[in-house]
Protein backbone atom coordinates (compact mmCIF):
# COMPACT_ATOMS: atom_id res chain seq x y z
CA UNK A 1 0.00 0.00 0.00
CA UNK A 2 2.64 2.13 1.29
CA UNK A 3 4.66 1.39 -2.32
CA UNK A 4 1.35 2.25 -4.53
CA UNK A 5 0.75 5.23 -2.46
CA UNK A 6 4.60 6.53 -3.63
CA UNK A 7 3.54 5.84 -7.22
CA UNK A 8 1.05 8.04 -7.30
CA UNK A 9 3.00 11.01 -6.11
CA UNK A 10 5.13 13.60 -8.17
CA UNK A 11 8.57 13.69 -7.78
CA UNK A 12 9.07 16.52 -5.57
CA UNK A 13 6.19 15.26 -3.29
CA UNK A 14 8.30 12.13 -2.93
CA UNK A 15 11.01 14.03 -2.11
CA UNK A 16 9.28 16.25 0.23
CA UNK A 17 8.00 13.20 1.88
CA UNK A 18 10.53 10.97 2.30
CA UNK A 19 12.64 14.05 3.76
CA UNK A 20 9.57 14.24 6.29
CA UNK A 21 9.45 10.63 7.08
CA UNK A 22 13.84 11.46 7.69
CA UNK A 23 13.06 14.33 9.74
CA UNK A 24 10.65 12.46 12.04
CA UNK A 25 12.81 9.82 12.63
CA UNK A 26 16.04 11.97 13.69
CA UNK A 27 13.32 13.65 15.37
CA UNK A 28 12.24 11.01 17.41
CA UNK A 29 16.10 9.54 17.98
CA UNK A 30 16.88 13.54 19.44
CA UNK A 31 14.08 13.66 21.37
CA UNK A 32 14.78 10.49 22.86
CA UNK A 33 18.66 11.48 23.00
CA UNK A 34 17.96 14.85 25.18
CA UNK A 35 15.86 12.93 27.45
CA UNK A 36 19.00 10.59 28.22
CA UNK A 37 21.13 13.62 28.44
CA UNK A 38 19.90 15.14 31.70
CA UNK A 39 19.44 12.34 34.13
CA UNK A 40 23.12 10.92 32.52
CA UNK A 41 24.33 14.67 33.61
CA UNK A 42 22.65 14.71 37.06
CA UNK A 43 23.45 10.71 37.72
CA UNK A 44 27.27 11.99 37.01
CA UNK A 45 26.49 15.06 39.53
CA UNK A 46 24.63 12.92 42.45
CA UNK A 47 27.86 10.87 41.84
CA UNK A 48 29.68 13.10 43.66
CA UNK A 49 27.32 14.18 45.96
CA UNK A 50 27.13 10.52 47.09
CA UNK A 51 31.06 10.36 47.82
CA UNK A 52 30.81 13.63 49.58
CA UNK A 53 28.22 12.15 51.89
CA UNK A 54 30.00 9.31 52.16
CA UNK A 55 33.15 10.14 53.07
CA UNK A 56 31.53 12.75 55.41
CA UNK A 57 29.51 10.29 57.32
CA UNK A 58 33.07 8.02 57.63
CA UNK A 59 34.55 10.94 59.20
CA UNK A 60 31.38 11.98 61.83
CA UNK A 61 31.59 8.29 62.95
CA UNK A 62 35.18 8.07 63.13
CA UNK A 63 34.85 11.25 65.24
CA UNK A 64 32.32 10.30 66.91
CA UNK A 65 30.52 13.20 66.06
CA UNK A 66 27.20 14.04 67.94
CA UNK A 67 24.08 15.58 65.99
CA UNK A 68 23.85 18.65 67.93
CA UNK A 69 24.78 22.03 66.57
CA UNK A 70 27.58 22.71 68.66
CA UNK A 71 29.27 19.20 67.41
CA UNK A 72 28.52 20.14 64.19
CA UNK A 73 29.91 23.56 64.07
CA UNK A 74 32.85 22.63 65.23
CA UNK A 75 32.96 19.41 62.68
CA UNK A 76 31.91 22.20 59.90
CA UNK A 77 35.06 24.44 60.63
CA UNK A 78 37.24 21.79 60.91
CA UNK A 79 36.39 19.93 57.51
CA UNK A 80 35.19 22.61 55.81
CA UNK A 81 37.60 21.27 52.91
CA UNK A 82 35.56 19.09 52.31
CA UNK A 83 32.37 21.23 51.10
CA UNK A 84 34.68 23.69 49.48
CA UNK A 85 33.47 22.96 45.77
CA UNK A 86 29.52 22.51 47.04
CA UNK A 87 27.57 25.44 47.50
CA UNK A 88 25.69 24.09 50.35
CA UNK A 89 25.55 21.54 52.98
CA UNK A 90 23.13 20.55 55.55
CA UNK A 91 22.70 18.72 59.14
CA UNK A 92 19.53 17.41 60.49
CA UNK A 93 19.07 15.58 63.52
CA UNK A 94 16.74 12.81 63.91
CA UNK A 95 14.15 15.10 64.95
CA UNK A 96 14.63 17.03 61.75
CA UNK A 97 15.64 19.90 63.65
CA UNK A 98 18.56 22.04 62.35
CA UNK A 99 21.96 21.41 63.54
CA UNK A 100 24.32 22.84 61.08
CA UNK A 101 25.03 24.60 57.55
CA UNK A 102 27.27 25.20 55.63
CA UNK A 103 25.89 28.63 54.60
CA UNK A 104 26.50 29.52 57.88
CA UNK A 105 29.68 29.62 58.75
CA UNK A 106 30.51 32.79 56.76
CA UNK A 107 28.56 34.50 59.75
CA UNK A 108 30.71 33.00 61.76
CA UNK A 109 33.81 34.43 63.14
CA UNK A 110 35.93 31.51 63.29
CA UNK A 111 36.02 31.80 59.89
CA UNK A 112 38.58 34.58 60.44
CA UNK A 113 40.25 33.54 63.44
CA UNK A 114 43.27 31.53 63.35
CA UNK A 115 42.41 30.65 66.74
CA UNK A 116 39.29 28.50 67.03
CA UNK A 117 39.41 27.64 70.73
CA UNK A 118 39.73 31.95 71.94
CA UNK A 119 36.35 32.15 70.06
CA UNK A 120 32.87 32.05 71.46
CA UNK A 121 30.89 28.87 70.14
CA UNK A 122 27.69 30.28 70.27
CA UNK A 123 27.64 33.07 67.77
CA UNK A 124 24.71 32.48 65.79
CA UNK A 125 21.07 32.57 67.80
CA UNK A 126 18.79 30.00 67.22
CA UNK A 127 16.34 32.34 65.77
CA UNK A 128 18.72 33.81 63.12
CA UNK A 129 20.10 30.14 62.01
CA UNK A 130 16.49 28.93 62.29
CA UNK A 131 15.85 32.06 59.79
CA UNK A 132 18.57 31.74 57.57
CA UNK A 133 17.09 27.92 56.81
CA UNK A 134 13.80 28.56 56.61
CA UNK A 135 14.48 31.50 54.49
CA UNK A 136 16.23 28.79 51.73
CA UNK A 137 12.72 27.27 50.07
CA UNK A 138 12.91 24.06 47.19
CA UNK A 139 11.03 24.69 44.64
CA UNK A 140 9.31 21.91 43.76
CA UNK A 141 7.08 21.98 40.43
CA UNK A 142 5.15 24.98 38.62
CA UNK A 143 3.40 26.47 41.81
CA UNK A 144 4.33 24.38 44.91
CA UNK A 145 6.82 25.52 47.23
CA UNK A 146 7.88 23.49 49.98
CA UNK A 147 10.83 23.58 52.44
CA UNK A 148 14.11 21.19 52.69
CA UNK A 149 12.45 20.01 56.09
CA UNK A 150 9.05 18.57 54.27
CA UNK A 151 11.60 16.85 51.58
CA UNK A 152 12.87 14.94 54.48
CA UNK A 153 9.79 14.03 55.89
CA UNK A 154 8.70 12.69 52.75
CA UNK A 155 12.25 11.42 52.78
CA UNK A 156 11.57 9.10 56.40
CA UNK A 157 8.28 7.71 55.06
CA UNK A 158 9.56 6.86 51.60
CA UNK A 159 10.60 3.65 50.26
CA UNK A 160 14.09 5.65 49.32
CA UNK A 161 14.43 5.79 53.32
CA UNK A 162 18.67 4.56 53.79
CA UNK A 163 19.77 4.98 50.77
CA UNK A 164 21.06 8.11 48.53
CA UNK A 165 18.03 9.86 47.19
CA UNK A 166 18.57 13.13 44.35
CA UNK A 167 16.17 15.13 42.83
CA UNK A 168 16.50 18.67 41.42
CA UNK A 169 14.68 21.93 41.66
CA UNK A 170 14.21 24.89 39.04
CA UNK A 171 13.81 28.52 40.68
CA UNK A 172 14.47 31.42 38.70
CA UNK A 173 17.05 30.97 36.73
CA UNK A 174 18.52 28.63 38.89
CA UNK A 175 18.85 24.79 38.84
CA UNK A 176 19.56 23.01 41.69
CA UNK A 177 20.64 19.40 42.18
CA UNK A 178 19.92 17.91 45.95
CA UNK A 179 21.16 14.77 47.26
CA UNK A 180 20.13 13.57 50.79
CA UNK A 181 21.00 10.87 53.20
CA UNK A 182 20.16 9.38 57.05
CA UNK A 183 22.96 9.02 59.29
CA UNK A 184 22.96 5.91 61.06
CA UNK A 185 25.40 4.75 64.04
CA UNK A 186 25.30 1.48 65.90
CA UNK A 187 21.92 0.90 63.50
CA UNK A 188 19.98 3.26 64.66
CA UNK A 189 19.56 6.84 62.76
CA UNK A 190 20.96 9.59 64.58
CA UNK A 191 20.15 12.12 62.04
CA UNK A 192 20.54 13.70 58.14
CA UNK A 193 22.81 15.28 55.58
CA UNK A 194 21.60 16.94 52.25
CA UNK A 195 23.83 18.56 49.95
CA UNK A 196 22.27 21.28 47.66
CA UNK A 197 24.34 22.31 45.15
CA UNK A 198 24.04 25.17 41.83
CA UNK A 199 24.03 22.77 38.57
CA UNK A 200 23.31 25.35 35.96
CA UNK A 201 26.06 24.03 33.83
CA UNK A 202 23.95 20.71 33.41
CA UNK A 203 20.76 22.97 32.47
CA UNK A 204 23.65 24.87 30.12
CA UNK A 205 24.81 22.13 28.48
CA UNK A 206 21.03 20.83 27.65
CA UNK A 207 19.87 24.31 26.61
CA UNK A 208 23.63 24.53 24.37
CA UNK A 209 22.38 21.00 22.49
CA UNK A 210 18.82 21.85 22.21
CA UNK A 211 20.10 25.17 20.53
CA UNK A 212 22.37 23.11 18.61
CA UNK A 213 19.44 20.55 16.99
CA UNK A 214 17.02 23.55 16.47
CA UNK A 215 19.70 25.42 14.63
CA UNK A 216 20.86 22.12 12.23
CA UNK A 217 16.90 21.49 11.95
CA UNK A 218 16.49 25.28 10.92
CA UNK A 219 19.58 24.62 8.57
CA UNK A 220 18.84 21.39 7.19
CA UNK A 221 15.21 22.73 6.64
CA UNK A 222 16.48 25.54 4.78
CA UNK A 223 18.80 23.98 2.70
CA UNK A 224 16.04 21.19 1.53
CA UNK A 225 13.34 23.99 0.59
CA UNK A 226 16.47 25.98 -1.82
CA UNK A 227 17.33 22.00 -3.15
CA UNK A 228 13.50 21.39 -3.51
CA UNK A 229 13.15 24.98 -5.61
CA UNK A 230 15.76 24.28 -7.52
CA UNK A 231 14.79 20.59 -8.26
CA UNK A 232 11.21 22.02 -9.33
CA UNK A 233 12.27 25.07 -11.09
CA UNK A 234 15.86 23.42 -13.13
CA UNK A 235 14.53 19.77 -13.08
CA UNK A 236 10.97 19.12 -12.75
CA UNK A 237 9.55 21.64 -14.78
CA UNK A 238 11.24 21.18 -17.81
CA UNK A 239 10.48 17.59 -17.20
CA UNK A 240 6.64 18.25 -17.47
CA UNK A 241 6.97 20.32 -20.49
CA UNK A 242 8.33 17.62 -21.90
CA UNK A 243 5.79 15.23 -20.79
CA UNK A 244 3.45 17.88 -22.34
CA UNK A 245 4.76 18.08 -25.78
CA UNK A 246 5.14 14.55 -26.22
CA UNK A 247 1.28 14.40 -25.23
CA UNK A 248 0.33 16.86 -27.63
CA UNK A 249 2.45 15.08 -30.16
CA UNK A 250 0.75 11.72 -29.28
CA UNK A 251 -2.69 13.08 -29.08
CA UNK A 252 -2.47 15.24 -32.48
CA UNK A 253 -2.93 18.40 -30.07
CA UNK A 254 -2.97 22.00 -31.81
CA UNK A 255 -2.53 23.75 -28.99
CA UNK A 256 1.99 23.59 -28.86
CA UNK A 257 4.18 23.62 -25.91
CA UNK A 258 7.38 25.16 -26.33
CA UNK A 259 10.52 23.53 -25.71
CA UNK A 260 13.06 26.20 -27.27
CA UNK A 261 13.89 27.15 -23.90
CA UNK A 262 15.01 24.06 -22.71
CA UNK A 263 17.05 23.41 -26.15
CA UNK A 264 19.43 26.43 -25.47
CA UNK A 265 20.42 24.50 -22.19
CA UNK A 266 23.59 22.93 -22.23
CA UNK A 267 23.17 20.08 -19.51
CA UNK A 268 21.22 16.50 -20.09
CA UNK A 269 18.40 18.04 -20.23
CA UNK A 270 19.03 20.42 -23.09
CA UNK A 271 20.51 17.58 -24.79
CA UNK A 272 17.08 15.19 -24.43
CA UNK A 273 14.93 18.23 -25.62
CA UNK A 274 17.23 18.81 -28.48
CA UNK A 275 17.00 14.67 -29.43
CA UNK A 276 13.07 14.36 -28.61
CA UNK A 277 12.77 17.53 -30.53
CA UNK A 278 14.94 16.26 -33.79
CA UNK A 279 13.20 12.71 -33.05
CA UNK A 280 9.69 14.03 -33.10
CA UNK A 281 10.73 16.08 -36.56
CA UNK A 282 12.52 13.15 -38.19
CA UNK A 283 9.30 10.87 -37.28
CA UNK A 284 6.88 13.23 -38.53
CA UNK A 285 8.53 13.85 -41.89
CA UNK A 286 8.75 10.24 -42.45
CA UNK A 287 5.21 10.17 -41.86
CA UNK A 288 4.90 12.77 -44.42
CA UNK A 289 6.71 11.11 -46.87
CA UNK A 290 5.04 7.87 -46.31
CA UNK A 291 1.48 9.62 -46.78
CA UNK A 292 2.81 11.85 -49.80
CA UNK A 293 4.67 8.63 -51.28
CA UNK A 294 1.45 6.09 -50.56
CA UNK A 295 -0.54 9.00 -52.23
CA UNK A 296 1.98 9.50 -55.05
CA UNK A 297 1.58 5.58 -55.29
CA UNK A 298 -2.48 5.06 -55.55
CA UNK A 299 -2.01 8.13 -58.21
CA UNK A 300 0.57 6.06 -60.37
CA UNK A 301 -1.65 2.89 -59.82
CA UNK A 302 -4.44 4.22 -60.75
CA UNK A 303 -3.40 5.21 -64.73
CA UNK A 304 -2.48 1.30 -65.00
CA UNK A 305 -5.65 0.30 -63.59
CA UNK A 306 -7.91 2.90 -65.76
CA UNK A 307 -5.77 1.16 -68.76
CA UNK A 308 -6.67 -2.15 -67.17
CA UNK A 309 -10.12 -1.59 -66.89
CA UNK A 310 -10.68 -0.37 -70.45
CA UNK A 311 -8.72 -3.08 -72.27
CA UNK A 312 -10.62 -5.73 -70.96
CA UNK A 313 -14.17 -4.22 -71.56
CA UNK A 314 -13.23 -3.66 -75.45
CA UNK A 315 -11.63 -7.29 -75.37
CA UNK A 316 -15.17 -8.29 -73.59
CA UNK A 317 -16.88 -6.61 -76.54
CA UNK A 318 -14.39 -7.27 -79.67
CA UNK A 319 -13.84 -10.14 -82.07
CA UNK A 320 -11.25 -9.41 -84.05
CA UNK A 321 -8.13 -11.61 -83.53
CA UNK A 322 -5.53 -8.73 -84.21
CA UNK A 323 -7.55 -6.57 -81.97
CA UNK A 324 -7.42 -8.83 -78.95
CA UNK A 325 -3.81 -9.75 -79.28
CA UNK A 326 -2.90 -5.77 -78.98
CA UNK A 327 -5.28 -5.19 -76.04
CA UNK A 328 -3.78 -8.82 -74.33
CA UNK A 329 -0.47 -6.83 -74.91
CA UNK A 330 -1.96 -3.81 -73.25
CA UNK A 331 -3.12 -5.79 -70.18
CA UNK A 332 -0.09 -7.67 -69.73
CA UNK A 333 1.97 -4.21 -69.90
CA UNK A 334 0.08 -2.68 -67.67
CA UNK A 335 -0.15 -5.63 -64.90
CA UNK A 336 3.79 -5.48 -65.78
CA UNK A 337 3.77 -1.99 -64.62
CA UNK A 338 1.30 -2.32 -61.79
CA UNK A 339 3.80 -5.26 -60.64
CA UNK A 340 7.10 -3.31 -60.72
CA UNK A 341 5.61 -0.10 -58.67
CA UNK A 342 4.60 -2.39 -56.02
CA UNK A 343 7.72 -4.39 -56.31
CA UNK A 344 10.14 -0.93 -56.17
CA UNK A 345 7.92 0.58 -53.16
CA UNK A 346 8.09 -2.51 -51.04
CA UNK A 347 11.93 -2.82 -51.98
CA UNK A 348 12.20 0.79 -50.92
CA UNK A 349 10.09 0.24 -47.60
CA UNK A 350 12.41 -2.45 -46.76
CA UNK A 351 15.50 -0.52 -47.56
CA UNK A 352 14.02 2.23 -45.03
CA UNK A 353 13.58 -0.49 -42.10
CA UNK A 354 16.80 -1.43 -42.64
CA UNK A 355 18.71 1.97 -42.91
CA UNK A 356 17.16 2.45 -39.23
CA UNK A 357 19.59 -0.20 -38.02
CA UNK A 358 22.41 0.23 -40.11
CA UNK A 359 25.23 2.36 -38.35
CA UNK A 360 27.59 5.32 -40.05
CA UNK A 361 30.98 4.77 -39.93
CA UNK A 362 34.16 5.68 -41.36
CA UNK A 363 35.05 3.80 -44.85
CA UNK A 364 37.34 4.20 -47.56
CA UNK A 365 34.91 4.72 -50.43
CA UNK A 366 37.36 3.82 -53.20
CA UNK A 367 38.06 0.07 -52.72
CA UNK A 368 34.00 0.03 -52.74
CA UNK A 369 33.40 1.67 -56.54
CA UNK A 370 36.06 -0.18 -57.93
CA UNK A 371 34.10 -3.58 -56.67
CA UNK A 372 31.03 -1.69 -58.61
CA UNK A 373 32.57 -0.99 -61.93
CA UNK A 374 34.10 -4.79 -62.04
CA UNK A 375 31.21 -6.44 -61.81
CA UNK A 376 29.20 -3.64 -63.91
CA UNK A 377 32.39 -4.94 -66.46
CA UNK A 378 31.64 -8.03 -66.26
CA UNK A 379 28.54 -8.39 -67.60
CA UNK A 380 27.89 -5.21 -69.57
CA UNK A 381 31.19 -5.42 -71.51
CA UNK A 382 30.12 -9.06 -72.92
CA UNK A 383 26.87 -8.23 -73.24
CA UNK A 384 26.04 -4.69 -74.98
CA UNK A 385 30.27 -3.66 -75.43
CA UNK A 386 29.87 -1.28 -72.93
CA UNK A 387 33.52 -0.40 -71.37
CA UNK A 388 33.27 1.12 -67.45
CA UNK A 389 36.19 3.00 -67.02
CA UNK A 390 37.42 3.96 -63.15
CA UNK A 391 39.99 7.12 -62.58
CA UNK A 392 40.97 9.10 -59.14
CA UNK A 393 43.23 12.05 -59.01
CA UNK A 394 45.85 10.59 -57.50
CA UNK A 395 45.31 10.34 -53.89
CA UNK A 396 45.70 7.49 -51.55
CA UNK A 397 42.40 7.67 -49.60
CA UNK A 398 39.15 8.84 -50.07
CA UNK A 399 37.56 8.32 -46.51
CA UNK A 400 34.03 9.28 -45.59
CA UNK A 401 31.56 8.67 -42.68
CA UNK A 402 29.07 5.59 -44.87
CA UNK A 403 27.04 2.53 -45.20
CA UNK A 404 29.07 0.12 -47.53
CA UNK A 405 26.30 -1.73 -49.04
CA UNK A 406 24.23 1.51 -49.19
CA UNK A 407 27.33 3.17 -50.99
CA UNK A 408 27.51 0.33 -53.20
CA UNK A 409 23.84 0.35 -54.16
CA UNK A 410 23.98 3.98 -55.09
CA UNK A 411 26.89 3.75 -57.79
CA UNK A 412 25.08 0.51 -59.21
CA UNK A 413 21.92 2.07 -59.63
CA UNK A 414 23.61 5.31 -61.11
CA UNK A 415 25.57 2.70 -63.73
CA UNK A 416 22.57 1.09 -64.37
CA UNK A 417 20.55 4.61 -64.84
CA UNK A 418 23.48 5.38 -67.31
CA UNK A 419 23.98 2.41 -69.18
CA UNK A 420 20.06 2.00 -69.41
CA UNK A 421 20.63 5.52 -71.60
CA UNK A 422 23.66 4.71 -73.87
CA UNK A 423 24.04 2.91 -76.70
CA UNK A 424 25.95 -0.32 -77.43
CA UNK A 425 30.02 0.18 -77.42
CA UNK A 426 29.37 3.19 -75.51
CA UNK A 427 32.26 4.23 -73.00
CA UNK A 428 30.97 5.04 -69.17
CA UNK A 429 33.59 6.76 -66.78
CA UNK A 430 33.37 6.85 -63.16
CA UNK A 431 35.79 9.61 -61.95
CA UNK A 432 36.84 9.75 -57.94
CA UNK A 433 38.54 12.59 -56.86
CA UNK A 434 38.95 15.49 -53.78
CA UNK A 435 36.74 18.53 -54.11
CA UNK A 436 37.69 22.17 -53.73
CA UNK A 437 35.75 22.20 -50.69
CA UNK A 438 37.78 19.07 -49.14
CA UNK A 439 34.94 16.72 -50.20
CA UNK A 440 35.12 13.92 -52.29
CA UNK A 441 33.70 14.08 -55.44
CA UNK A 442 31.96 11.07 -57.54
CA UNK A 443 31.38 11.75 -60.95
CA UNK A 444 29.84 9.10 -63.38
CA UNK A 445 29.99 10.64 -67.06
CA UNK A 446 28.31 8.53 -69.74
CA UNK A 447 27.70 9.08 -74.07
CA UNK A 448 24.13 8.74 -73.82
CA UNK A 449 21.33 11.41 -75.15
CA UNK A 450 21.76 13.57 -71.76
CA UNK A 451 19.68 15.12 -70.12
CA UNK A 452 15.61 17.00 -71.80
CA UNK A 453 14.70 18.75 -68.70
CA UNK A 454 15.97 22.12 -68.41
CA UNK A 455 15.27 21.64 -64.54
CA UNK A 456 17.37 18.35 -63.53
CA UNK A 457 16.36 18.17 -60.07
CA UNK A 458 13.03 16.81 -61.54
CA UNK A 459 14.75 13.76 -62.17
CA UNK A 460 15.15 13.06 -58.41
CA UNK A 461 11.33 13.24 -57.71
CA UNK A 462 8.91 9.64 -57.31
CA UNK A 463 7.82 8.29 -60.15
CA UNK A 464 9.62 10.48 -62.44
CA UNK A 465 10.32 9.18 -65.66
CA UNK A 466 11.27 10.37 -69.03
CA UNK A 467 11.47 7.90 -71.52
CA UNK A 468 8.69 7.65 -73.79
CA UNK A 469 9.94 4.40 -75.73
CA UNK A 470 10.12 2.48 -72.42
CA UNK A 471 7.30 3.85 -70.76
CA UNK A 472 5.91 1.07 -67.77
CA UNK A 473 9.52 -0.51 -68.29
CA UNK A 474 11.00 2.09 -64.88
CA UNK A 475 8.75 2.83 -62.01
CA UNK A 476 10.60 5.91 -61.72
CA UNK A 477 11.84 5.51 -58.24
CA UNK A 478 15.30 4.13 -59.12
CA UNK A 479 16.82 7.91 -58.46
CA UNK A 480 14.66 8.84 -55.72
CA UNK A 481 15.88 6.20 -54.23
CA UNK A 482 19.85 7.75 -54.36
CA UNK A 483 18.66 10.62 -53.62
CA UNK A 484 17.33 9.59 -50.33
CA UNK A 485 20.63 7.48 -49.45
CA UNK A 486 22.36 10.92 -50.75
CA UNK A 487 21.02 12.26 -47.88
CA UNK A 488 21.58 9.76 -45.67
CA UNK A 489 25.46 10.07 -45.99
CA UNK A 490 25.03 14.17 -45.74
CA UNK A 491 26.12 14.53 -49.46
CA UNK A 492 24.96 16.08 -52.15
CA UNK A 493 23.61 14.69 -55.60
CA UNK A 494 23.62 16.59 -59.16
CA UNK A 495 23.07 16.48 -62.60
CA UNK A 496 24.01 18.00 -65.63
CA UNK A 497 25.03 17.42 -69.65
CA UNK A 498 28.46 16.87 -70.13
CA UNK A 499 30.37 20.02 -71.54
CA UNK A 500 33.34 17.92 -73.76
CA UNK A 501 30.81 15.97 -75.55
CA UNK A 502 27.30 14.27 -76.03
CA UNK A 503 26.10 12.47 -72.66
CA UNK A 504 24.97 12.71 -68.91
CA UNK A 505 27.10 13.53 -65.82
CA UNK A 506 25.98 12.47 -62.30
CA UNK A 507 28.02 14.02 -59.46
CA UNK A 508 27.79 13.37 -55.76
CA UNK A 509 30.05 14.99 -53.42
CA UNK A 510 30.34 13.34 -50.14
CA UNK A 511 32.12 14.95 -46.70
CA UNK A 512 35.76 13.81 -46.34
CA UNK A 513 36.85 12.77 -42.89
Do not use: C, W
Amino acid sequence: MFGNFLKNLSILKKFLFLNLIFFTIIGLFTFIYLKNVQPNLIKKKSSIHIEVINNTVDNLNRLNVKFVEEDIRKFLFSTRFLFQNLDRVIFFDDKLNLVGDSDTLDLDPRSFSKRLDTVELEILSDEKTKEITESKNIAVGDKNVISLNDVLINYASSKNFGLHFTFIQEEFNKFKLSTIKNVTRDGKNIGYLAITENANDVKAAIDERKTFIIRTAIAVGIVILIFSFVLNRYFLKPIKNLVSYTKNIRNKDTKKTNIDSLKIRNDELGLLSKSLDEMTFELQKRISQAENFSTDLVHEIRNPLASLKSASEILHDTNDIDQRVKLIDILSHDVQRIERLITDYSQMLKDEVALSKEKIKKIDIEPIIKSVVDDFNNIYKLKRGIKISYLNDGKKRYFINGIENRIEQIIANLLDNSISFSEDNKDVLVKVSVSNNNGVSVKILDEGQGFKEKDTSRIFKRFYSNRPDKFGQHSGLGLNIVKNLVDLHNATISASNRSDKKGASMEIVFPRV
